[in-house]
Structure formats: C-alpha cells, structure tokens
Nanobody, 125 residues
C-alpha cells in the first residue's frame, strides 16, 4: 500500500482546505486510517482517525469541530476537511493507515504501517 497526500497550501486564518490521501492497493479500504501533523520544532501529533467502514471517527481535542475526516472507499481516497484554520494549524500533514489500527489506539503511531509523504499546510495570521 502506498499513500499520497495532497491538498496543502498557504491560506489565511479562518480559511479552509481539503486534504486528500490517495491509496494504491485495494486493501487500504479495509484498514482504519488517520491524519497526523508535525509543526515546526514540535513532535508529530495525532489529528483524526476513521475506521475502515467510515462509521467511527475520533479527533484530537485541538481540532474537534473544525476538522472532518472522511473516506470514499470506491475511490480509495481519504479526506481531511479543515475549516476555521488557525496559525497553530501550520504543519506538515501526514496520512497513515494499516490493519492494526483501531479507534481505541488511534493516537498510537506504531499501529500505522503505511504513511504518506506529507503535505504542507501554512496558515498566515
């Protein structure tokens, strides 16, 4: 499975972006998956998770109400809709997935076997 993240860019605070994560390999649609981010001089942090069916989601407290994770299994793509962007959201965003992910362990990076290359999101104030 290979993951390709895209959709990042430079936006003003309050703006929106939709990130995409395109997967090669049909097995991705059977995996839970999520988004992480790494801001400058900070550790990588969990952002959002979605189950294989799409029926369960989980968000970091810092993004609840502003970020929405979704997936289109037919297209084998996962999305992250980001609204009300803040300068603190500036980071490289990574998508990830794998067969060992669960909503209960959504924040555990070692559970994710496959990672995309990241897409830069920069929010100006």
């Amino acid at each position: 499975v290979q993951l390709q993240a895209s959709g990042g860019g430079l936006v003003q605070a309050g703006g929106s972006l939709r990130l995409s994560c395109a997967a090669s390999g049909r097995s991705f649609r059977t995996y839970g998956a999520g988004w992480f981010r790494r801001a400058p001089w900070k550790e990588r942090e969990f952002v959002a998770y979605i189950s294989a069916s799409g029926g369960r989601t989980y968000y970091a407290d810092s993004v609840k109400g502003r970020f929405t994770i979704s997936r289109d299994s037919a297209k084998n793509i996962m999305y992250l809709q980001i609204d009300s962007l803040k300068p603190d959201d500036t980071a490289v965003y990574y998508c990830a997935g794998g067969p060992r992910t669960t909503v209960e362990r959504a924040t555990t990076t070692s559970r994710y076997d496959y990672w995309g290359q990241g897409t830069q999101v920069t929010v100006s104030s």
